[in-house]
């Protein structure tokens, strides 16, 4: 049932406990993890427009690299696969990259709002559960 699954991960403080999921219910599967990040731009409105990266493309890949070693240390076979796009658009990026993979699952983190810090602030996990298709795991 979990032979194929996408691993949101960023530089959060929760993201090891979120690969660590991953990797077990890999392992218990004998499934694939598919490490994704999301890099974000803001785009700038006004005369000269333009946009700017919210991270580096280089600490995006530092990483993907290391999520991916730790799953590979783990046993499980990986794949990885970053994008950039612009603020406001991770959980529609996540939810296009599971169906892309053909993900049976979504694992990914939660920095622990409540349903209104969620409602009123934005929660990528909140909005991944309810856009996506397919079964999501959030770790806290």
Wanted: glycine share 8%.
């Amino acid at each position: 049932m979990y032979d194929r699954i996408l691993v949101a991960v960023d530089n959060s403080p929760q993201s090891d406990r979120v690969v660590d999921a991953a990797c077990k219910l890999a392992n218990l599967s004998k499934g694939t993890v598919h490490v994704f990040h999301v890099r974000e731009r803001q785009d700038v409105v006004g005369k000269s427009g333009g946009s700017f990266d919210v991270e580096y493309a280089e600490e995006a890949e530092a990483l993907v690299k290391r999520v991916v070693a730790t799953c590979e240390k783990a046993g499980v076979a990986t794949s990885s696969s970053v994008v950039h796009v612009a603020i406001g658009h991770i959980a529609n990026e996540i939810v296009k990259a599971a169906g892309d993979q053909k993900a049976d699952t979504i694992v990914m983190g939660s920095h622990g709002r409540s349903a209104v810090g969620a409602a009123v602030l934005g929660s990528n996990a909140y909005k991944v559960v309810h856009l996506a298709d397919r079964p999501v795991l959030i770790v806290r």
